[in-house]
């Protein structure tokens, strides 16, 4: 017994009397954090790779999710955008110019992307018990916005077909009331 203490002894003795060693990892940005926990899609490692971009600005109007989806060849980003709580005054040009914006970094973070589809979202009440998943699923979001662009149309472009409504969709009660200082 006594001999067995004796070693316990020592080896604790060389362990306080050893040099402190770096043990500590280097901790991820909350913009990674944000992209691995907002990923989703059939890709998701370009998701998380897009999302690390994205997350790492706080946008006036807040990205939820950032998904990657592979189909038939191409891939597909998906982005979703809050609709309600900005991150301070958000007028309706610089809404379209954030979103523009998006889209032009989801293609510029992964050559691979062919396409990238955009939307923001309102959510909506339901009640309580009301089913919100499944196939009997009641919606519980109302898009307001939406936008798809492949790759190859000029960011210019983007712009003017935005600022123009040509193939994008938009709620207008929702930018007239949410959207502050500009009427069109």
């Known amino acids: 017994m006594r001999s067995r203490t004796r070693v316990v002894l020592a080896l604790a003795a060389g362990l306080l009397t050893a040099a402190p060693v770096a043990a500590f990892a280097s901790s991820p940005s909350i913009a990674t954090l944000d992209a691995d926990a907002r990923a989703s899609g059939n890709r998701k490692l370009e998701a998380e790779r897009i999302g690390d971009r994205i997350f790492a600005i706080e946008w006036p109007a807040q990205v939820l999710?950032?998904?990657?989806?592979?189909?038939?060849?191409?891939?597909?980003?998906?982005?979703?955008?809050?609709?309600?709580?900005?991150?301070?005054?958000?007028t309706r040009t610089a809404f379209e110019s954030e979103m523009t914006t998006l889209v032009g970094m989801a293609f510029a973070a992964d050559p691979k992307v062919t396409?990238?589809?955009?939307?923001?979202?309102?959510?909506l009440t339901v009640g309580k018990g009301v089913i919100v998943s499944g196939d009997l699923a009641t919606p519980t979001t109302r898009d307001v916005f939406t936008i798809s662009s492949r790759?190859?149309?000029?960011?210019?472009?983007l712009a003017a077909r935005v600022r123009a409504l040509r193939g994008i969709y938009l709620d207008e009660e929702w930018a007239r009331t949410t959207l502050k200082g500009e009427t069109r």
């Open 115 to 123: 396409e990238v589809d955009l939307w923001a979202v309102v959510p």
């Open 151 to 157: 790759r190859g149309e000029p960011a210019a472009a």
């Open 65 to 90: 999710k950032v998904s990657a989806n592979s189909v038939d060849g191409s891939l597909v980003v998906g982005l979703k955008v809050s609709g309600v709580k900005f991150h301070g005054p958000l």
